[in-house]
């Protein structure tokens, strides 16, 4: 019995060798602090939630595991916060709440940018993402999501934008052209790529090898060739080149048998015209409905990393999104968001599987901005915005402090003309209502339902907007302790560049 030992240390050994000598071809700038020590890391998968607030891990918690239970992310060893802010286009001046674009262009580049800009700073150059460097020195590359690939989060990686909405097929002005101040559109800038649709970028510029997701409709039968030439296999089909634009009839979306058949090599398969399909819609949808031939993201994890694990001696860098946190947190739909956050916790364990296995993967979990304002109240409570009176303000004579209740009474009560209920319950189609949704946890007794008032999770939402608070993070694998911090979104890209190359990137 004890051979065995030795040979897997051995094995260990041997390993460690390749992943020196790879080393030191993969870096040709010195390697910091010089004691000859190998980088231990050669992949990096960065998963992000979108729009995943400290408070949608707390529910998704209670909702799946219980009180005392823990997402799989809430597993990893490292745990820290990152604030999200943004810049105002032209300036340096902060804005404190972000969209995805900005958010994706800080860590994707290491630079604050404004709200919709795609890998360009504020004052529209672009910049070099962390994906294009990391396939320029020889890195496997991939980018996945349950949005449209050419929504922000995504593209970020892989594109050059001055808007984000400049998706595809076609340009446009509006779609393209950020404005001026008197309404006008912006010249259009030198360097052309700035506005050429995303999806022409994508599909040309070869920055991922593996481009998991939605969005066919953002792409046309040109497109398709462009990949084909440049040794992609595709799966589906964009569409019928004799037809001047392509429809649900003329576009085949990919499937989860396709994906299943794809054995290695450079990949694109988008399974939904636009985004992918909620994971609780699809579960309630019939057996037949096409929808039901779309793969998880967690599918899509596991055959990413399958596809990109040994296609090159340096390593990958895989991004992964959940997109639909956000979309459906937008959307005030709690229960649609909770089934979400599980999806994508179940994507973060098919990531930290292989890291486990691999030992020399880091796995970087986070989001982008909170959305919503997500918020967990007291069973049988309610909010300032069902109730008759809010609580009294004791600093109201501040002006700067204006959250005098419009409506006032001495008593802090609730008004049954803002509030018919629990929102997912019967109370439901009531417009006025601002009741909160309640779920069931694994804590509660048998036969508590969700939407009644014994469900233990109280949920409810400040606004179907972002917010501007500071998003949790989680890491595993070699160097995750770097993310233990408190720490702003541009450094994420800092922290991941070193990681994949051991260097500081230049100026950082
Ligand atoms: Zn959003």
């Known amino acids: ?62 909702r799946y595991y ?14 820290g916060a990152v604030a999200t802010s ?60 349950t949005a449209e690939i050419t929504d922000a989060t995504p593209a970020a ?13 076609v340009y446009s002005d509006a779609a393209c052209l950020p404005k001026k101040d008197d309404g006008s559109y912006e010249n259009k800038p030198a360097d052309k790529t700035l506005i050429t649709p995303i999806a022409q970028q994508i599909a040309r510029n070869g920055t991922a090898d593996v481009i998991f997701g ?15 030439s440049q040794g992609y296999q595709v799966l589906g089909s964009f569409g019928d080149p004799a037809l001047p634009a392509q429809t649900a009839e003329s576009q085949k979306v990919a499937t989860k048998a396709d994906l299943d058949k794809v054995k290695g090599g450079k990949v694109v398969g988008l399974f939904n015209r636009g985004n992918l399909t909620v994971e609780k819609s699809k579960a ?6 096409p929808e039901k031939k779309e793969p998880t993201l967690a599918e899509l994890t596991k055959k990413s990393i399958s596809l990109l694990d040994g296609r090159s001696k340096k390593g990958f860098l895989l991004q992964v999104e959940g997109a639909l946190i956000d979309k459906r947190s937008h959307a005030n739909d709690a229960s649609q968001t909770l089934g979400e956050i599980k999806a994508f916790d179940d994507a973060v364990k098919a990531a930290t599987d292989f ?35 809010p609580p009294a303000n004791n600093d109201s004579g501040n002006t700067a402090n204006n959250s005098v209740p419009a409506r006032s009474s001495s008593a802090n009560v609730k008004d ?41 999770l109280w949920l409810t939402y400040l606004s179907g907007n972002h917010t501007g608070a500071d998003v949790p993070i989680y890491a595993y694998g070699p160097g995750n302790s770097a993310f233990a911090a408190s720490q702003d979104n541009t450094e994420l890209y800092s922290k991941m560049y070193r990681s994949l190359f051991g260097t500081a990137p230049h100026g950082h």
């Open 355 to 389: 890291a486990k296995k691999d030992g020399h993967t880091l796995v970087v979990v986070t989001a982008d901005h909170e959305c919503a304002g997500f918020n967990i109240i007291e069973k049988g409570t309610f909010t300032n915005a069902e109730a008759a009176a």
């Open 66 to 79: 219980g009180a005392e239970g823990k997402l799989n992310m809430e597993r990893l060893p490292s745990y």
């Open 416 to 456: 049954p003309a803002r509030s018919s209920g629990i929102v997912n319950g019967s109370g439901a189609g009531d417009a006025k209502n601002f009741g909160p949704a309640t779920f069931r946890t694994p804590d509660d007794p048998a036969g508590v339902k969700d939407g009644s008032e014994d469900a233990s």
């Open 157 to 169: 990686q892989m594109s050059h934008a001055l808007l984000r909405g400049c998706q595809g097929p």
């Open 214 to 228: 939605g969005g066919l409709a953002r792409f046309a039968p040109d497109d398709q060739k462009a990949l084909g």
């Open 284 to 289: 309630e949808l019939p057996a037949g409905a």
């Open 1 to 62: 019995m004890r051979s065995r030992p030795t040979k897997i240390l051995a094995v260990l050994a041997v390993t460690g060798a390749l992943a020196a000598s790879t080393a030191a071809t993969a870096n040709s700038a010195p390697q910091q602090g010089g004691n000859g020590k190998k980088p231990e890391i050669r992949n990096v998968i960065y998963l992000l939630g979108d729009g995943m607030g400290r408070t949608h891990v707390t529910a998704g918690r209670e």
């Open 86 to 145: 943004a810049v105002e286009k032209g300036s340096d001046r902060p804005a404190l709440v972000t969209d995805s674009a900005s958010a994706a262009t800080a860590w994707s580049s290491g630079v604050k940018t404004y709200n919709a800009a795609i890998g360009v700073d504020s004052y529209e150059k672009k910049l070099p993402t962390l994906m294009e460097q990391a396939k320029k020195s020889g890195f496997a590359t991939g980018n996945v999501s």
